[in-house]
């Protein structure tokens, strides 16, 4: 099948090519400032393109079996706090083309990652439970907002004839992942502070470390992206990803910790910002209806992840 790709050279990007190279797809990766990635061969058409402008994939989309859009800006919860507008503009308009793009091309399904941000504190949300009449939390208002316009513009399209999925992911982790301290997500910057850390070192965290946090493995995400193309029946699909249960950051440094046998020793920085908020998805739905059931277990998952990180950051 033809399966077009956005955000190519990201995290999630790189493991979706991963993944429809194996086959014998048609896979056209679209990359914009990052550079195109050579361990591909011939597998793989690159085209450079900034989504923000008007029909630039216009000529590429026709006959497109599954357009993955997972081209976005995006960053941390440094700039979460500190810049929270970077979030909206740029994605709210390239989304907003493509759709329209997609839906005018025919492309036969469009798969669009939103997350769990809207979301208000609460263990084992279906995706029924968000209530919009209740304030978002001041840190993800902006974002969140964002991500809402566009899971209505995909139903929007469905509507008018374009298959599409929202997939409400919780933090997704794996192989190529940012482990960067300052614009990773907690779990990858978390790895790299064990993995610069020395014997007897703190691992520092911001704030109280009780916030509770659902998470989801890479392979997982890209099982419910697998099971929905084939198995969903409606137009437009809603679907949360997540384990199902929710980890606190104490916690996940601990394991963090214990999977590198390193002896450290974790320390929490009260002046720091704490969004303490606890929060874990309901995930029936995408099991009835889609029959997606592959989750790696949490501790094995976060093996796999550090000994990638491992043999590449050290």
């Not at 194996?22 to 989504?51: F, G, R, S």
């Not at 081209?71 to 759709?99: C, E, Q, W």
């Amino acid at each position: 099948m033809k399966v077009i790709i956005t955000g190519a050279t990201g995290f999630i990007g790189k493991n979706l090519l991963d993944y429809y190279c194996k086959d014998n797809n048609e896979v056209l990766a679209i990359y914009n400032k990052k550079p195109p990635l050579t361990n591909y061969a011939n597998k793989v058409k690159w085209i450079k393109a900034d989504l923000r402008v008007p029909n630039i994939l216009g000529k590429y989309l026709s006959n497109t079996d599954l357009f993955l859009q997972f081209a976005a800006t995006t960053s941390g919860a440094k700039d979460i706090i500190s810049k929270p507008y970077i979030h909206v503009t740029d994605n709210a308009v390239m989304n907003s083309y493509l759709l329209r793009e997609c839906f005018e091309a025919r492309v036969k399904h469009f798969i669009f990652p939103s997350c769990t941000v809207m979301l208000q504190s609460k263990e084992s949300q279906s995706e029924e439970d968000w209530d919009p009449s209740i304030e978002i939390h001041k840190n993800y208002y902006g974002v969140a907002n964002t991500k809402i316009y566009i899971e209505n513009m995909c139903n929007f399209y469905s509507r008018l004839g374009l298959k599409t999925t929202v997939i409400r992911h919780s933090n997704v982790f794996g192989k190529y992942d940012k482990f960067d301290l300052e614009k990773s997500h907690v779990l990858g910057a978390t790895i790299r502070k064990v993995l610069n850390a020395k014997e007897g070192d703190y691992i520092n965290i911001w704030g109280s470390g009780k916030a509770r946090r659902d998470f989801i493995y890479i392979n997982d995400l890209i099982s419910l992206i697998e099971k929905s193309y084939y198995n969903q029946e409606k137009k437009f699909g809603l679907y949360n990803c997540g384990m199902g249960y929710s980890v606190s950051i104490n916690e996940l440094v601990e394991l963090i910790i214990s999977i590198s046998k390193k002896d450290l020793n974790i320390k929490n920085d009260l002046t720091k910002p704490d969004i303490s908020t606890a929060l874990s998805l309901d995930c029936s739905k995408a099991r009835n209806e889609l029959g997606w059931n592959n989750l790696t277990e949490f501790k094995k998952a976060l093996e796999e992840t550090f000994i990638w990180a491992k043999n590449i950051y050290g």
